[in-house]
Every structure is written in structure tokens, then in C-alpha cells.
């Protein structure tokens, strides 16, 4: 069964790094393999109506993976996750950046236009093409012309961390705390903890956000000459779409203004991959735009490791500078 991967992997352009194991290879593989098969069954069409179904996308995914495992039974966990499902996850990445478009049926399209997204040296089709390389669930080629840029992919503006925050910490925007900060919970920047931990009932800085539970509601806070004042944010959004888990860009640039950021760590696994390591989940944008340039490492559920190829370290931190996140190498 190894020749089988083998040739998956020659016709995906996947290499294996330095000492890695053939279930890690394997992982990978299907990994990317099963980002293929998503787009490339929305080619065929059956009785002149084109097109598939979210249902039977999802349900064929489940039965690939379900046949990878019983033919590889050490990547069942590696294709496993804990809150969803991969088949979900892969389907929804497709759908949220541009692969895939649902159509008034609610049947699912190919995306079959030349765009592209321009990394600086390397271009990401958001289509299908012949003789690709895959990285991640991503698709490369660098004939395609139609580019735009990494901000307008996931529609990120171009404001710096002070820029950002001032922008939400205007204080005309804010009233005096009132009751509404009852039995809330303050973000502490300074906290040596995952933003996910630095939690207290006490406000450590100027700036910080408030919450009543882990889903919300939640509060912009600031000191403002020795008054308290708030400003009550949108609700948090949680759902697989680009846009959610947005208020951590809120932590993240908290945390870069008060000179304690979130780390990505880089370590240099050969001279073709390194390994990335973050000390917090990321905004579902730059999480997904991983997930179309790297493998999340050892297993599919992996939000704070990934593997990826070096030529994309240099695109990689400056998207990850633009969050306030501190990047270290070695």
C-alpha cells in the first residue's frame, strides 16, 4: 500500500522531510488528498444537472476517510477531530475562500476561473489545475495570471496593531460602566498564559475586553482618567465561516500593545520544511489561510502546529506581524 501513496504523492508534488516516519507521510497525503477529491467531484455532472449537493460531499469525504483508515489504520486518529468533522472542516474551507460556490439549490460549483492569490513568489489557484503542486489543501501553479492580493483573499484592512486598536478604542464610542459590568470577566494582556487562560475578575490594563461568559457577550473596556468606561462588541461569531473567531485579533493585538504578543515559533526541519508553533488558535482567516499552505502537524486538528514548506516563511510573518504576533526563529 505504500506504492499507492507514493504515487498520490508524485501526483500531488508532496516530498517527505528529513527522518519523517510513512505514517506521517501517509497523514499528509491523505491529508491533501481529500481536499482533491472535494473539488474534483464537482467536475462530473449527472443527468445535465452540475453541481453536488453539501450532503453528498460531506458523506463521500466520510466514506474516503473511512476507507483510508481501514487501508491505513495508523492515520484513524491523524483524520479524526474532536469538535467536527474533517469531511465539515475540508467542505467549509473550500466553500468560505473561494473554491467553491453554492448556487440557489444549495448545490455546490466549481470555481472554474483563472484567479489566484498572489504569495509574493508563489501563486495559490483557487481552481483546479493540471500538473499542481498541493501544499496543505491548497492548489499551485504559477502560470495563473488573474491575482489579487493575501488581504483582499481574506479580506483583512491594512491597519497596524496601534492603528487597529485605536480605531476601536475611540472613546466618543464608549459610555461610563453601568451595571453592564457585573459579574464580568476582564482579558489580562500581561498574562504569561493562552489567551484562553488570562482571564480574572480584575482589569490589570487601560485597554483590555470584558466578557460575562466564554461566548459572549463581550465589552471593550478602557480607563479613562480614573472612570470606567465600555462599549459592547458584536456577538462573538463561532461558526466555521472565515469571519469567526474574529475578537481574537483583538487579543492579539492587546497583547502586542502591552509588549507581551503571541509567538509563532519557527524551527527549521530540513532545507525544504520547518515546523511552526503558535502559543494561541488564530482568527479563523489566518487559520484557514494555513490551512491552504501548510499540513496541520501530526494530526488534522492541530490549530497550533503546522508543517510547512520554507519557501512560504517569508509570506507566512507578515501575515502574522500584521496581527501584533511575535515571530521567533532559530
Excluded at 500538473?131 to 484592512?157: H, K, M, P, Q
Excluded at 464608549?174 to 482571564?199: H, M, R, T
Aim: aromatic residues 14%; charged residues 20%; proline residues 2%.
Amino acid at each position: 500500500m505504500n506504492d499507492l501513496i507514493s504515487c498520490m504523492a508524485k501526483d500531488m508534488k508532496i516530498t517527505s522531510y528529513t527522518n519523517e516516519s510513512q505514517n506521517s507521510f501517509t497523514y499528509r497525503v491523505l491529508f491533501s488528498a481529500l481536499g482533491q477529491w472535494c473539488l474534483y467531484m464537482l467536475k462530473e455532472s449527472r443527468e445535465n444537472r452540475y453541481g453536488k449537493t453539501k450532503h453528498y460531499q460531506t458523506e463521500l469525504l466520510n466514506n474516503l476517510i473511512q476507507k483510508y483508515n481501514e487501508i491505513y489504520p495508523g492515520t484513524k486518529e491523524q483524520l479524526t477531530l474532536e469538535d467536527s468533522s474533517l469531511s465539515l472542516l475540508i467542505r467549509h474551507i473550500y466553500e468560505e475562500t473561494g473554491y467553491i460556490f453554492t448556487d440557489e439549490f444549495n448545490r455546490n460549483h466549481l470555481n472554474r476561473t483563472s484567479r489566484c492569490v498572489d504569495f509574493g513568489n508563489r501563486k495559490l489557484s483557487l481552481n483546479l489545475v493540471h500538473n499542481a503542486e498541493i501544499n496543505g489543501l491548497g492548489i499551485y501553479n504559477d502560470l495563473s495570471t488573474d491575482c489579487i492580493s493575501w488581504r483582499e483573499f481574506i479580506v483583512r484592512d491594512n491597519l497596524t496593531v496601534n492603528q487597529y486598536l485605536n480605531a476601536n478604542f475611540e472613546i466618543v464610542s464608549f459610555e461610563k460602566a453601568q451595571n453592564q459590568l457585573d459579574d464580568i470577566q476582564y482579558f489580562n494582556p500581561l498574562s504569561q498564559l493562552s489567551p484562553s487562560q488570562s482571564w480574572s475578575t480584575k482589569a490589570y490594563t487601560n485597554y483590555t475586553i470584558g466578557r460575562k461568559s466564554a461566548i459572549g457577550p463581550f465589552y471593550l473596556i478602557q480607563n479613562y482618567d480614573g472612570e470606567i468606561f465600555c462599549c459592547l462588541e458584536r456577538a462573538s461569531d463561532t461558526s466555521e465561516t472565515i469571519t469567526a473567531f474574529e475578537y481574537r485579533r483583538m487579543y492579539f493585538a492587546l497583547k502586542a500593545y502591552y509588549n507581551n504578543p503571541v509567538k509563532m515559533r519557527v524551527h527549521r526541519v530540513d532545507s525544504e520544511y520547518s515546523r511552526l508553533r503558535f502559543s494561541a488558535h488564530l482568527p479563523n482567516r489566518e487559520y484557514y489561510l494555513l490551512l491552504l499552505l501548510s499540513w496541520p502537524d501530526k494530526y488534522a486538528g492541530n490549530k497550533t502546529e503546522f508543517l510547512v514548506k520554507n519557501v512560504f516563511l517569508e509570506f507566512i510573518t507578515e501575515v502574522m506581524i500584521n496581527l501584533g504576533i511575535k515571530v521567533i526563529g532559530d
